[in-house]
């Protein structure tokens, strides 16, 4: 009987764990795909607060207005491809995938994810150049584009630290 008990309840945990997963896979899978194609506005509800305003914001009216319009075109649409998710602890998992676009056929990508108020949501804060006067400081454009096309930003996404 006990040994009984102890299966269900084990079976139990798996399937609670099985939700749980479904959510941090579609969550993240959400967030990546609204960034790989270039729709920051769709990325906002999956990300944390900090993202939201430390990495989004900064996408959206420094980064994507400095990107050449033909080359958006041009890498889009993009092909997700789920490759792992580690749970690093109880609110805190790694997300592993790659992607697949026009101009780059395999690029490898990580997101960190945080649980927040019982939803998954991507975990990004970033470092990025001052604002001075409404522009980035000290920008090269063709620069900007050239590394962006290297990192494949902003979907190849690398934790910097946790928190």
């Not at 939700?19 to 609204?34: E, T």
């Not at 506005?41 to 607060?49: K, Q, V």
């Not at 420094?62 to 993009?78: E, G, K, R, V």
């Not at 690093?88 to 395999?106: C, E, M």
């Amino acid at each position: 009987m006990r040994k009984t008990a102890l299966l269900l309840l084990a079976a139990f945990a798996g399937l609670a764990s099985c939700g749980h997963d479904s959510a941090l896979k579609n969550n993240a899978m959400q967030y990546a795909q609204a960034m790989a194609d270039y729709d920051i506005d769709r990325a906002y509800p999956y990300a944390t607060p900090e993202t939201q305003t430390l990495t989004l914001d900064y996408f959206k009216t420094a980064l994507i207005p400095a990107l050449d319009t033909a080359y958006i075109a041009s890498n889009t649409p993009a092909t997700l491809y789920l490759d792992s998710i580690i749970h690093v602890s109880d609110t805190q998992a790694t997300v592993y995938f790659h992607k697949k676009t026009p101009l780059q056929p395999h690029v490898n990508c990580v997101l960190d994810m945080r649980l927040r108020n019982g939803q998954w949501l991507a975990h990004q804060p970033i470092k990025h150049a001052p604002f001075i006067g409404g522009a980035v400081q000290a920008i090269d454009t063709a620069g900007l584009e050239q590394n962006i096309r290297q990192a494949s930003a902003p979907t190849k996404i690398i934790p910097l630290g946790r928190s």
